[in-house]
T-cell receptor, first 114, second 113 residues
Framework: KNQVEQSPQSLIILEGKNCTLQCNYTVSPFSNLRWYKQDTGRGPVSLTIMTFSENTKSNGRYTATLDADTKQSSLHITASQLSDSASYICVVHDRGSTLGRLYFGRGTQLTVWP | EADIYQTPRYLVIGTGKKITLECSQTMGHDKMYWYQQDPGMELHLIHYSYGVNSTEKGDLSSESTVSRIRTEHFPLTLESARPSHTSQYLC????????????FGPGTRLTVL
């Protein structure tokens, strides 16, 4: 059973609009959570990392939140651009693993229309 | 942009052929990984390496094999490709400076006919 669930599976928005992507996880013990952006035909690229003590972190137009109590994270994108069209993947790091075990969500496919 | 490279980017081959997917990184990272990703699905770890001469199988069973003779190089080999091997293969690496972040290559899209 996948321990990282993302919603929605896909999303279409108009350029300039905001959107919020959700990530729920059951990974324990928790170390950190990353949001990756994966353009079509490319490898994922890290956008933000959230540790246990962090609630909010921004990276330009991307703002990630983390509620470690409810095991939920969100990624908010403001003033969307066409280049934001990509898959956004939530990845949770298991603190208990020496490998640096990562649990991947299936991603939210975002499409920004002009 | 991470300094991790994969070749070829796209490969279409016939069943039964032997193939090697190349992965190289110039960051001096010790840990390297191979993932398999199907459309709309999560990444699945198929192989990893802690360093030279260290290789382990990941969570997803795979008929592929890997080798790690040099720190910067982590090739993946399929002795006899089958249509079920059709997928995207992503290579990643991790360094001591940022042990929780995996840097990904651009991927190889493999199609076996």
């Amino acid at each position: 059973k996948n321990q990282v669930e993302q919603s929605p599976q896909s999303l279409i928005i108009l350029e300039g609009k905001n959107c919020t992507l959700q990530c729920n996880y059951t990974v324990s013990p928790f170390s950190n959570l990353r949001w990756y952006k994966q353009d079509t035909g490319r490898g994922p690229v890290s956008l933000t990392i959230m540790t246990f003590s962090e609630n909010t972190k921004s990276n330009g137009r991307y703002t990630a939140t983390l509620d470690a109590d409810t095991k939920q994270s969100s990624l908010h994108i403001t003033a969307s651009q066409l280049s934001d069209s990509a898959s956004y993947i939530c990845v949770v790091h298991d603190r208990g693993s020496t490998l640096g075990r990562l649990y991947f969500g299936r991603g939210t496919q975002l499409t920004v229309w002009p | 942009e991470a300094d991790i490279y994969q070749t070829p980017r796209y490969l279409v081959i016939g069943t039964g052929k032997k193939i090697t997917l190349e992965c190289s990184q110039t960051m001096g990272h010790d840990k390297m990984y191979w993932y398999q990703q199907d459309p709309g699905m999560e990444l699945h770890l198929i192989h990893y390496s802690y360093g030279v001469n260290s290789t382990e199988k990941g969570d997803l069973s795979s008929e592929s094999t890997v080798s790690r003779i040099r720190t910067e190089h982590f090739p993946l080999t399929l002795e006899s490709a089958r249509p079920s091997h059709t997928s995207q293969y992503l290579c990643a690496s991790t360094g001591l400076a940022s042990p929780n972040e995996q840097f990904f290559g651009p991927g190889t899209r493999l199609t076996v006919l």
